[in-house]
């Protein structure tokens, strides 16, 4: 994988560009997907942004998400934009296989693809150019630098910034979270002067819920959580049944694993949903615990030190009694943690 800067001297000549993601995209992963189909379109290519499944509808106000194509419902248009694309931009996500059934079509595609992206151990003999950072807080944080680096600060309008500004604010929860460096900060400033309107997009990202969402936190907090103080621990487990009886769809369970993290002494929090196809699982730490580290080893996932996803075929039941299992394992790191 060459260094990207190696692009920008590409970028003059106009061509035709594919943006994509990981599936389920996250506001970072539309967020930079978007912020980069704005300025790559500002510079007169061709773009297409594909989302390998369908995406939370609280990220629909994003500028451009109308335009952004889903893998999994418009697979023959979305195909034919890859056999032409010049190049495949390859945002928040680093191993091909977290783009579900895309992953074949972007595996033989004839143009290069190009990683720009923060998670731990990318693939990157799949990627002709690339920047992999885990120390970055964000893609978007990344797109952004791309944009700087590559000389066209010009570029960015209010699309852009509101864009960009939706991933990094996700992504840090809300600039909380140790990844937020002074960089982020100066990025954000930088782009409220482009026009950026933050209170605009929280709102649009956090009071656009429905009742049902809300009436089925309740009942995920009251019912399905489990605190285990011996190991600092909390576990929330939602069967399909609970998805059904509160009318949940794609995003309405974004963010719920963060909740147990805010009870004293909880510095680990895992949540496992039955999709269906497949048990999900999302683990959230604080401080020393490696939860990429442990994604991969007990659940098939990865993502970062602190915020990591895997899944599993087996049950509900089973999942949650692997995941006791593993964390009975892990006692001696989980317990005597310093507060
Ligand atoms: P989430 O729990 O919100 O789905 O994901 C947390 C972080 O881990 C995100 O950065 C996400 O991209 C990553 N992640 C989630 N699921 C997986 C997975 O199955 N494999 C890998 N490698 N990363 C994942
Ligand atoms: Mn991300």
């Not at 103080?229 to 509160?246: F, H, M, P, R, V």
Request: glycine letters at 6%; charged letters at 25%.
């Amino acid at each position: 994988m060459l260094q990207i800067n190696e692009i920008f001297p590409l970028l003059r000549e106009p061509k035709n560009v594919v943006i994509t993601t990981h599936q389920k995209p996250d506001g970072d992963a539309m967020g930079s997907s978007l912020g980069l189909f704005h300025f790559l379109k500002h510079l007169g290519h061709s773009v297409t942004v594909i989302s390998p499944t369908n995406w939370a509808d609280f990220l629909d106000w994003m500028p451009g998400t109308k335009l952004v194509l889903d893998y999994e419902r418009q697979t023959e248009q979305a195909d034919q934009f890859i056999d032409k694309a010049d190049w495949i931009f390859c945002l928040d996500f680093n191993t091909l296989s977290r783009t579900k059934r895309m992953e074949e079509k972007l595996a033989n595609a004839t143009g290069m693809r190009v990683l720009i992206d923060h998670h731990q151990e990318p693939q990157t003999e799949k990627f002709a150019f690339g920047n992999s950072n885990t120390s970055k807080s964000s893609t978007c944080e990344m797109i952004y630098d791309f944009i700087m680096e590559s000389g066209n600060e010009a570029c960015i309008n209010q699309s852009v910034a509101d864009c960009l500004y939706a991933g990094v604010m996700t992504d840090t929860g809300s600039f909380r979270f140790p990844s937020t460096t002074a960089s982020v900060h100066r990025m954000v400033a930088t782009l409220k002067d482009k026009g950026l309107q933050h209170s605009h997009v929280h709102e649009a990202l956090f009071d656009n819920y429905l009742e049902n969402r809300f009436r089925f936190i309740g009942h995920v907090l009251l019912n399905r959580m489990e605190i285990f103080y011996e190991y600092n621990t909390a576990l929330i487990a939602i069967s399909q049944q609970d998805l059904i009886k509160y009318d949940i769809i794609t995003g309405d369970t974004e963010g719920l694993v963060n909740y147990p993290l805010s009870i004293k002494g909880i510095k680990f929090a895992v949540i496992v949903i039955d999709r269906g196809e497949e048990r999900k699982c999302s683990f959230r730490s604080k401080g020393n615990f490696d939860v990429n580290t442990f994604a991969r080893k007990y659940f098939n996932g990865g993502g970062h030190f602190n915020a990591a996803g895997g899944q599993s075929k087996e049950p509900l039941e089973a999942v949650v009694a692997k995941f006791k299992e593993a964390m009975a394992e892990n006692k001696d790191q989980l317990s005597n943690y310093q507060f």
